[in-house]
């Protein structure tokens, strides 16, 4: 079934009037039916769903303990992108950052989405529980999570400060900042949360959360963190570029060295995939173009639960990991390079056995005229 027995003309004249051409916006649409998981045959459905997102929930995206990264990602997305395709076919009502209403006009914005209902709430930033450490307009931040949780058709938590705290919430956290989970449960609002951790949120993993919804009509398989399976299911480590290099012991072990310059891995120097989950290898940032290890950083872990202080001292080595291939060996980093260099020799050994076994058959069987 072609896109156009989908997607309406009007739509896609629309599209085009915006500079968007219809060939661009079905590669972004078939690029969303790979990034959940689709076969391309799903590229006119998801084009038909995000043409139908007009019809659906508006957004209503509120900041609380943040710095705002998340919506920066959002919008410093390249075109055709996931920023201009939400903000605008799914109309985001409301968001104090990018919204050109001010003061009592974006307050009466507000009022309005809150009294209508039914719309899509993202939040960025943890939630100050302690009281007065977070206020908007005289109002604690945890009470207007509480007002906007109940009407809304449902809430995504975007980034790692909204979904268990972040940086807000490092120790000693005075504030007592928690994510909007931990937030909800202590107004007594029982509504599920989809947590789409990192810092800041990679906006891909947002559309296709959103998308899924709409094309499905249900929330994504969640994880026991309330993450998306389709983007939190495998480790970075399993993916990740440098992994030949760690599997063969090559690490980094000062930057700006010879060994860095060639991409040997990073784990030495404090990398954190082998305990993150998340599809950063494969999604990537700006434009798919690079991620944090492809630029040469260490994964810093911010994709997970209890981050930053569960990874505190960034530049500081995990104390062990298992060695895939190995028997499931744990080791520290000083000892993979050596388990790793025997097994080789081991295998050159049997392949050199092998080779010469198999050169005296040839030579036994020439000799026999076989």
Not at 228 to 236: C, N
Not at 323 to 342: C, L, M, S, W, Y
Request: aromatic residues 8%; proline residues 5%; neutral net charge.
């Amino acid at each position: 079934m072609g896109e156009k027995h989908l997607v309406s003309e009007q739509f896609l004249d629309a599209l085009e009037f915006r500079g968007l051409s219809r060939r661009d916006f079905l590669k972004f649409c078939g690029a969303t039916s790979a990034l959940l998981g689709l076969s391309e045959l799903y590229t006119p459905q998801v084009a038909s769903a995000i043409e139908k997102a007009s019809k659906r929930p508006p957004v209503v995206w509120l900041n609380f303990a943040s710095d705002s990264g998340c919506t920066e990602s959002l919008i410093k997305a390249t075109y055709p992108n996931a920023a201009d395709l939400v903000l605008d076919i799914l109309s985001i009502d409301y968001n104090e950052t990018i919204m050109a209403a001010a003061g009592k006009q974006a307050e009466e914005v507000l009022a309005k989405s809150l009294k209508d209902g039914r719309y899509i709430l993202i939040i960025e930033g943890g939630v100050p529980t302690k009281k007065g450490h977070g206020m908007i307009a005289g109002k604690e931040m945890i009470d207007i999570l509480k007002d906007f949780s109940g009407p809304a058709a449902a809430i995504i938590a975007v980034g790692s400060c909204a979904t268990f705290g972040g940086v807000p919430s490092a120790n000693p956290n005075p504030s007592q900042i928690v994510g909007v989970s931990e937030a909800l449960k202590k107004t007594g609002v029982n509504k599920a949360v989809i947590n789409l951790d990192l810092c800041p949120v990679n906006v891909e993993y947002l559309v296709g959360v959103v998308v899924n919804y709409l094309l499905l009509g249900s929330l994504p398989e969640l994880d026991s963190f309330g993450r998306p399976k389709m983007f939190y299911g495998r480790i970075i480590h399993d993916n990740c570029e440098r992994r030949a290099h760690f599997d063969a012991g090559r690490f980094v072990e000062q930057f700006g060295s010879k060994e860095e310059t060639m991409g040997y891995c990073l784990y030495k120097m404090g990398c954190k995939g082998p305990m993150t989950s998340s599809e950063c290898p494969k999604v990537r940032y700006n434009d798919k173009i690079n991620w944090c290890i492809g630029a040469g950083a260490p994964c810093i872990g911010c994709a997970e639960q209890g981050w930053p202080d569960k990874f505190a001292r960034f530049y500081e080595r995990l104390p062990g990991v298992k060695i895939p291939g190995f028997g499931g060996i744990e080791t520290t980093a000083d000892k993979i390079g050596a388990v790793a260099a025997a097994a080789t020799a081991a295998g050159i050994a049997i392949h050199a056995v092998a080779s010469a076994s198999s050169g005296r058959t040839k030579d036994k069987e020439k000799e026999e005229g076989k």
